[in-house]
């Protein structure tokens, strides 16, 4: 499986020629969905979801379908009727030849007065999991963990606990493009010294072989 990094919290995975996406939203590339076989959407807020983009996608490729929850399916079921599947917690499902779980049910706590949206992640393959905007631990062993690094829910010591909780075989920085250049060496090297597994991020358009 091949593992690109787009902006933010958007990753591409390929595998046997056909191409899974996570979460293009406004802060990933114009192009995030562009080519998808199949996209999953963790949640409603705009930097995960954007609908605009995702309709192109789905015009472009009459084959693509998108899996997500019920406050983003609602927005894009109309216009795509039969190519946009609700899921949640406990779901599995095939889409684009790779395998899925379903975990989670809640955003994190951005503060007590901001009422909490629904969330999901994603579990591909047994493999790689995407929590979306949550510290979703998925109850069962994971290689790759897509760490939702630097957000206004979070702390990094939050994070660090996160990571030891999971215990992936390796952690891939997402949710990033709020933390600047000055603070990216604090965060590897905290992480990487306190979350007890091997840390590491990608530039955004690199990729890695898992």
């Given at each position: 499986?091949?593992?690109t ?13 056909r191409?899974?996406?996570?979460d293009p ?18 949640h ?41 599947h609700?899921?949640?917690?406990g ?10 779980q ?27 999991f ?8 998925p ?8 760490l ?13 606990d ?8 390796r ?18 090297r ?14 955004p ?6």
């Amino acid at each position: 499986m091949k593992l690109t990094k787009k902006s933010h919290a958007c990753i591409r995975l390929e595998k046997d020629g056909r191409t899974l996406v996570i979460d293009p939203g406004n802060f990933s590339e114009q192009d995030a969905a562009a080519g998808a076989d199949a996209v999953l959407v963790t949640h409603e807020h705009p930097d995960h979801f954007d609908g605009e983009r995702l309709r192109t996608a789905l015009e472009a490729n009459p084959g693509a379908e998108i899996w997500t929850l019920r406050s983003v399916a609602d927005q894009l079921s109309a216009a795509f009727p039969g190519r946009v599947h609700t899921v949640g917690h406990g779901d599995t499902f095939s889409a684009a030849g790779f395998d899925v779980q379903v975990h989670g049910e809640l955003h994190a706590v951005i503060h007590p007065d901001i009422p909490r949206i629904t969330n999901v992640g994603y579990l591909v393959d047994g493999s790689v999991f995407h929590p979306g905007d949550a510290l979703t631990v998925p109850g069962q062993p994971v290689e790759t963990l897509l760490l939702p690094v630097m957000a206004p829910w979070s702390k990094i010591s939050e994070v660090i606990d996160y990571v030891r909780e999971v215990k992936p075989r390796r952690a891939i920085d997402i949710h990033d493009a709020l933390l600047t250049d000055l603070a990216r060496p604090i965060y590897d090297r905290q992480i990487g010294a306190l979350g007890g597994t091997d840390h590491s991020r990608l530039t955004p358009g690199d990729s890695a072989e898992l």
